[in-house]
């Protein structure tokens, strides 16, 4: 029963919820914990609070780090307090300090984490869990939907299946990821925009992984947005170069190589697509 959505707000998440029947009583469903770190998002976080909420898992751990918003942010999370397990709006040093605080908070069995500016689709801490349970892997992931704000399009971000070997290949949709919290690592601090990527490097090779060819997730592609905006192009170059530093993950040798097979590669699984 949670507050009524803002006026004209209709569809999921704000007039619809999934049917808290789809999950079946005899089974123990494992705690799920899902992170929001957040700073003066408050066009977009109401949104994201709902997709989590309004999944009706049975066993769900909700964590929401705000750095100190002052646009609002605050007065949503306090609306939705009753059904968060916990929150925090103060400065911290940013998203990355934000998600650690969050997961160093966690007793769920499984994680993972929501930028306040993404959102969940409908059913999906069912279908996720459900294939932990069932398959016994690691890592979960799947699509994502880039919506343009602007323009109001929808875009299927369809990606290969991640394999060890092209695993520096940038590729995960990052809200579309579930992992158990028993291969789960922190985020290097340092990293301002490619945080998920070098955790991935970390974190997924050598672990068993599921594959869900359907969207999970739901990003919103703004100005303002990380992976979208200009002004951010410098910054991801920095992490880049600061993630393979000979004292980090270390040189490339086969750079070239494994990009070019990529290319092979991304061009088979089209044509496999379009017959």
């Not at 969050?102 to 500016?117: E, Q, R, V």
């Not at 995960?172 to 990293?191: A, C, D, G, M, Y």
């Not at 998920?196 to 490097?201: A, F, Q």
Request: glycine share 6%; with cysteine.
């Amino acid at each position: 029963m949670l507050p009524a959505p803002p006026p004209g707000k209709t569809g999921w998440p704000w007039d619809r919820q999934t049917d808290p029947a789809r999950y079946d009583e005899k089974i123990n469903w494992p705690k799920l914990t899902i992170v929001t770190p957040s700073y003066n998002q408050a066009a977009f976080l109401e949104q994201t609070i709902r997709a989590v909420l309004l999944q009706n898992y049975p066993n769900l751990e909700y964590i929401v780090m705000d750095g100190g918003s002052n646009d609002g942010s605050l007065q949503i999370i306090e609306k939705y307090a009753p059904w968060i397990s916990y929150y925090q709006h103060e400065k911290d040093r940013g998203q990355s300090h934000a998600i650690n605080m969050g997961f160093s908070l966690s007793s769920g069995s499984y994680h993972a984490w929501i930028n306040s500016d993404d959102y969940y689709l409908e059913g999906v801490f069912h279908k996720v869990i459900t294939s932990f349970i069932k398959t016994a892997v690691d890592f979960v992931y799947g699509y994502g939907i880039d919506h343009n704000v602007l323009t109001g399009e929808d875009k299927l971000n369809r990606i290969l299946p991640f394999t060890d070997y092209f695993i520096k290949i940038p590729g995960l949709v990052q809200p579309s990821t579930f992992w158990n919290s028993q291969i789960h690592e922190p985020i290097w601090e340092e990293l301002h925009c490619a945080l998920d990527y070098e955790l991935w490097l970390r974190l997924v090779k050598g672990h068993r992984r599921l594959f869900i060819k359907q969207p999970l997730s739901v990003a919103h592609i703004h100005d303002e947005a990380k992976t979208h905006s200009p002004k951010m192009k410098a910054q991801w170059e920095a992490d880049h170069q600061k993630i393979w530093a000979a004292d980090a993950h270390g040189i490339v040798s086969e750079w070239k190589k494994i990009v070019f097979l990529n290319k092979i590669r991304t061009k088979l699984y089209s044509l496999f697509r379009s017959k």
